[in-house]
């Protein structure tokens, strides 16, 4: 993901209005911005929004400038970027790979999350510690490996006879399960699903409403995800 506040990336005399105009430079003349999916108009006169693989960004109608961050309305308090990326990269939360994921429900486990996870991952222990403050949830867990050595660890996982708790012993106590011999964990069909949805990174969260959210989040910031996806 992009990480610079402003990058001058061509002075030029001409006026670039037209959105797809734009696109086309940005697309063939500054690769370093990925795939450009869309060039809209902003709320702002003047501004665009550039839609890359997985970022919203702005650029002026010249191409000069990027700027990457947030576009609020002060009068509202509303973050205008954070609700289009929700809109732009929603995924249907009912159509992942519940086959593939461990389940795990908490209370009366009415609000959901999809986590894709890696069990050699420093803020994927991280996050287990923050769901464990976390109730009334159900819980999917589908263990992406991209670590080295993660692969033996989710199937270890995987064929143990509770695999909830062989997870929780591991990622919460660093107690590794047994070496299993009797199965296999459906790797390539974890991996393929991370690809289809973008995710180049452990954690990744997926709520109810479609929102994905790389990272680990604190208990009250996850708190405000779920509620927020059962209001949608």
Not at 20 to 27: D, I, S
Not at 199 to 204: D, H
Not at 221 to 228: C, D, F, H, S, T
């Amino acid at each position: 993901m992009l990480r610079f506040l402003l990058l001058a990336l061509l002075t030029s005399s001409c006026a670039y209005a037209d959105e797809a105009a734009l696109r086309e430079r940005l697309q063939t003349s500054y690769p370093q911005l990925g795939k450009v999916e869309q060039v809209n108009k902003s709320p702002v006169p003047g501004l665009y929004e550039v839609v890359t693989q997985d970022h919203v960004l702005y650029t002026d109608e010249q191409a000069r400038y990027i700027i990457d961050g947030s576009m609020w309305d002060l009068r509202t308090m509303h973050n205008i970027t954070e609700e289009r990326e929700r809109k732009i990269f929603a995924v249907d939360f009912k159509s992942l790979p519940f086959d593939l994921a461990m389940k795990t429900v908490k209370g009366n486990g009415k609000r959901q999350m999809f986590i894709f996870t890696d069990p050699n991952c420093g803020y994927c222990k991280r996050l287990e510690g923050e769901l464990q403050k976390i109730d009334n949830v159900t819980i999917y867990r589908l263990m992406f490996p991209i670590f080295p050595g993660s692969d033996q660890k989710a199937r270890d996982v995987w064929c143990s006879k509770d695999k909830n708790k062989a997870w929780e012993d591991l990622m919460l106590r660093g107690v590794l399960p047994r070496t299993a011999s009797h199965c296999d964990y459906p790797v390539t069909k974890a991996v393929e699903w991370g690809k289809k949805l973008r995710v180049n990174g452990t954690p990744a969260l997926v709520f109810a409403d479609g929102m994905l959210v790389p990272g680990a989040l604190p208990a009250e910031e996850l708190e405000k995800a779920l509620n927020g996806a059962t209001q949608q």
